[in-house]
Each structure stands twice: as C-alpha cells, then as structure tokens.
C-alpha cells in the first residue's frame, strides 16, 4: 500500500490541530452545569442540526457503507427511508414534552410522568448501550489508521481518544457542537470530493453511465426490494417500518442526540434542527453508497489484494500450506483479466449504440462471479490460518482505495474527515454518558443544596471516565464482526423497547410506573428471545420491543391503581 | 424558553414538505436504482 505525502500528513496535522483549538475556544465560559451539558440552551437550529447530523455520522459509516456498497450493493439506504417520517413525528409528539419538562435527559423526564425506578432503568440501559457501542466508535477509525498508518491500534485510540476527550472535558456540550458543525461541514466537502474523484478516475472510454451499467448488471445499484421475508435485512418495509422505529428510539430516547436538541434556544430550533436532519440524512447517505459502488466499479482497472487487510494479506502469504495459494492467486488473477475484458466489452458495445448485450452482460456476470469465488478460496485460507468460523474484510477496502489512489492532500483530506466523523460521534456520546451519570445518577445521590462548582467539576470527571472506559472498549471491539451492524445490533436490543416506554407516557394518560417499568423488562426479554430463536432481521426488533411494551405495560397499568395520570 | 413564534398552519406546511420531500427522494433512488443506463 502506498504511503502518504507530506502534504497529507500536514492536512491530517492541520485538522486535528486545529479541531482541538477550535473545540477549546469555543468552550470557554461554562460556570454552571446548564451550560456545560446543554450549552446554556442558546445553540442556533442550524447548528444543532448540522451536530446531530455529525453525532450519527460515524467513521463506520464511511468505512462500514463504503465497504457495505462495495461488496453488496446500495441496499443499506433503506434503513434511512423511515427517517424523515419518524422526525416529524418526534417535532409533534415526544420534543415539545421534554421542553415543557425542562428535563437534562430524556429518562428525567420518565420520573415526572412514571417514576424514579423506570428513570434509572431506562437510563441505566442507555450507559450500558452506548458506552459499549462508543468504544466501536473508537475502534472503526483505529481499524483504519493502523492499516494505512502502520500505527498500532492502541496508539491510534489514544490519539483520536485523548484529543476529543481534551475539548469535551474542557468545553461540555458547547465544545461539541461548534467542533461538530466545523466536521459535519469537512464530511459534506469529503462526501462530494470522493464521488468527485472516483468519477474521475474511470477510464477515458469508460463514462459514468456506463460505470453505472456495469454495477447495475454487478447487482450493486439494487435499493428498494419489496419482498416480505423478515430475515431479509434490507427490504422496503423493514426499512419504512423498522428504520421509522429506529430513528424514533435514536432520535428520540437516545440522550447523545435528545441532549443535542435541548440545546436549541427555543422549541422552534430544536423542531428545525430534527427536520434539517430529515431532509439531508437521505441524500447524504445515498453519496456515500455512491461512492462504495464507484469504488467497486475503480477496482476492474486498477490492481487489488486478494484480502482487503494487508495484514491478513501478508499472514496468507507467509503461512498458507505449501501449494495453496499459488493456484488460488492463479484463478484470482485470470478472473480479474477476465472481468476485465468483459467490463470493456460490455462499455465497448454500448458506445456503439446498444446498451450492452444479453450475452456481454452474462460474461461479465460470470466474470464477477470468478472474481468472488477466487476471493472466498482466499477467506477460507484465512479461516484456516486465523482459525476462525468467519472472515470479513469489507471495513479494509475504503481505507485502502483512498491510500492507494488519492494524492496531492486528497488522502489526508479523507483521513481527516474519517477522523472528524469519529470525533464528532465520540464527542456527542462522550458528553451524553456523563450527563446521563450525572444526572440521572449522582446528582440524586447528593444531599442538601447543589453547589455548581462541585457538580461541574464531577461532570468533566465524569466525562473524561467515559472517554477511559470507550478506549478499553475499542480494545476488545476487534473481536467482533462487521462494525456496522455491531453498533446498530446494540442499539437494537434495547431500543425499540425504551420507545415503548416514551410511547406509553406521552400516548396513553392511563399508563403507571408499574406498567411501564414491567412493561420495559417484558420488552427487553421478548427482543432477547425474538433475537436468539429466530433469524427476524435486526431492524425489526424495533418495532417489536415498542410494541410489547406498550402493549404488556398498558395491561398491566390497567390492573394496578391508578396512581399517575398525564 | 421563548415562547412558540411559528404558527400551526406553517408548522404543518413544514411537515408536509419534509414528507413530501422524502418521498420524492425515494422515489428518484428507486429509479436511480432501476433507470435503463
């Protein structure tokens, strides 16, 4: 793999620079706690917008989609298809509640509607959640510089840790959402200038229509499959339904984006801050998919590694049994030259006027089908020599087309918006862990009079244990499969059943405590059980958790007295 | 907090636009996905 320029180190040196010094002017002048959690709840809509857009942007999204688009396709944009629906929603119902509360948290306010067990319960689950997939936040961009910096994991955690928990310790939430707005800025220029190169990049002869034909006839264009089956993972009405339940338990009841909202200096701000989000998140995300597939479409005519990971790649060369990789090189190479020449053949025929013959488009298929097959007798040498059941190398391919074929600071503009989309995440989790401990933890602990110099010390303590424990986590996160769908498949057990729980108190005035804390536990175990006894897709279990909540916690309020009404 | 300076009905034309829009944008992915290069 090619190494980097100077002039992308000094882009990579310039960012982080200047985020750190930019995050810690920005976030001078906290004196009491509301300013230091909620940013003294005076942060304009656009700038609250543009943060909770940079708070999902993850480094998995870029490393994890781009790879997720290369290897299958752009199916993975339904997942936002309910998104726009559940933002409105949540403007009408759940967003004017918590500003009439005048809650920190989302779970404060389930101990003036419910009681003080559901809040713990609710934001007990939001810790264990969150500061486990914060740590997979970590880990993704660590993936990638380890392998395109040759610096070891633990140094490129430390590094990436050390400079977003040294604005987010100093400057509470103020710090997050200016550093925020300045990355989510640097992603959108990173966004166009991928699809930008990408499209330069294809051949003189080749256009972007015929780039688009070719992953057309690959099966990587497909986006809305309408099938029924629910173990599919992304079909039209998982992504409508289950994406829908998803964003509102995200948006809704997750306090790394609740905490970004409240923030706004008005109901007004906080409501168009949610709807700039509904009308971006599509098309942002369908650029990024974009640019997976031209990817995909760069690698019939450039040279690429059998294993995405070059250290997985070197392993295969040095301890492969004697006489089992040569032959498997051999078939990669032919089916490589092959696809190739039916990739040419298949655009040399539509600049003739057809749009490519039934029989160009089966040998292409057929090549493609070589390409993949070579691969997997590779995974399985892998497997072998990693003594592993399973092998992904998907997250290793973005990483890799950008070192090896971005120049002149482009690489290190990459780097640095990979960079920017970790830190803006961590940032925003980070500061919503602690306040979450804080709030809904210590602060009902203390006796007497609050005194805000005590409490703001503990929060950036708080917040800077948050970022310890994140790094201990992003250690293990390795071990585990493709990062996109770990952190999604974490939110997803817990989820959908704390919406049930907002959903009984802001939709049924009957609803208890007792109901809603049973209820909860009831959501809890059926997802669990949904999850380990059936093959159900994960962004259904949504639905199903809020569901059986509300449903079980309804019955159930409905036995007991009625003690809390509205 | 300040008190609520958008009236209703423009809060629903909002809405209505936001869905609106939404829709549109799927409908173009499906046919970005599908369109005859």
């Known amino acids: 793999m090619a190494l980097l320029d100077p002039a992308d180190w000094a882009v990579l040196g310039f960012y982080l620079v200047a985020i750190v010094g930019f995050g810690l002017y920005m976030g001078r002048g906290n004196r009491q706690v509301v300013d230091f959690f909620l940013a003294g709840r005076q942060m304009p809509w656009w700038a609250v917008g543009l943060s909770v857009m940079a708070t999902q942007v993850s480094a998995i999204t870029f490393v994890g989609t781009t790879g997720q688009a290369f290897s299958k396709g752009m199916s993975f944009l339904v997942v936002y298809f309910g998104l726009p629906f559940a933002m409105v929603i949540l403007c009408v119902t759940l967003v004017p509640f918590f500003y009439r509360a005048g809650v920190y948290t989302a779970y404060q306010y389930l101990e003036k509607r419910f009681d003080g067990r559901t809040r713990t319960l609710t934001s007990l689950l939001f810790l264990i959640s969150r500061g486990l997939s914060v740590g997979v936040t970590l880990y993704a961009p660590s993936l990638v510089l380890s392998v395109v910096l040759g610096w070891s994991e633990p140094a490129t955690i430390l590094l990436m840790g050390s400079t977003t928990i040294a604005y987010v310790v100093y400057g509470g939430n103020k710090s997050v959402i200016w550093t925020d707005v300045v990355q989510m800025i640097l992603i959108w220029v990173g966004v166009f200038v991928c699809v930008g190169v990408a499209i330069a990049q294809l051949p003189a002869a080749f256009g972007l229509r015929d780039a688009l034909a070719l992953a057309q006839t690959a099966g990587r264009l497909e986006i809305v499959d309408t099938s029924l089956d629910p173990t599919k993972p992304y079909t039209l009405w998982s992504g409508l339904i289950g994406g829908c339940f998803l964003a509102l338990a995200y948006f809704g009841t997750d306090q790394s984006q609740v905490q970004r909202y409240l923030s706004g200096s008005s109901l007004r701000e906080s409501r168009l801050s949610l709807l700039f989000n509904a009308f971006l998140k599509i098309p942002m995300q369908f650029l990024i998919l974009l640019t997976g597939v031209l990817v995909f479409v760069f690698y019939h005519f450039h040279a690429q590694p059998l294993l995405w990971n070059p250290t997985d790649q070197k392993a295969l060369q040095e301890q492969a049994p004697a006489g089992a990789l040569a032959p498997v090189q051999g078939r990669f190479a032919a089916a490589e030259s092959r696809r190739r020449a039916a990739a040419e053949a298949f655009a040399a025929e539509r600049r003739e006027g057809s749009r490519g013959t039934e029989a160009a488009r089966v040998e292409y298929r057929a090549a493609q089908a070589a390409v993949e097959s070579a691969r997997e007798e590779a995974h399985a040498l892998i497997k072998t020599i990693r003594k592993e059941t399973r092998y992904d190398d998907t997250n290793y391919v973005f990483p890799t087309y950008v070192l090896s074929s971005l120049r002149g600071g482009l690489a290190g503009l990459i780097l640095a918006v990979i960079f920017a989309a970790a830190m803006s995440t961590l940032s925003g989790e980070l500061s919503s862990l602690a306040t979450a401990s804080m709030v809904d933890f210590y602060q009902r602990l203390g006796r007497g009079p609050r005194d805000e110099r005590h409490d703001l010390f503990v929060s950036r303590l708080l917040t800077a244990a948050w970022g310890v424990f994140a790094g201990v986590v992003a250690l293990q996160a390795g071990r585990l499969g493709s990062a996109i769908e770990v952190v999604n498949r974490f939110g997803s057990y817990f989820y959908g059943s704390i919406l049930g729980v907002f959903g009984l108190a802001i939709l049924a005035p009957k609803a208890d405590g007792r109901g809603a804390f049973w209820g909860l536990l009831a959501g809890i175990v059926t997802v669990a059980f949904v999850a380990q006894t059936t093959s159900v897709a994960f962004l259904w279990y949504n639905p199903i958790g809020a569901i059986t909540v509300f449903v079980v916690g309804l019955l159930l309020s409905r036995r007991a007295p009625a003690t809390a009404v509205g | ?37």
């Open chain 2, 1 to 37: 907090m300040p008190p609520e300076d958008i009236p209703l009905g423009s809060w629903r034309r909002l809405y209505g636009a936001v869905l609106a829009t939404a829709l549109g944008v799927m409908v173009l992915a499906f046919l970005f996905s599908r369109w005859p290069y």
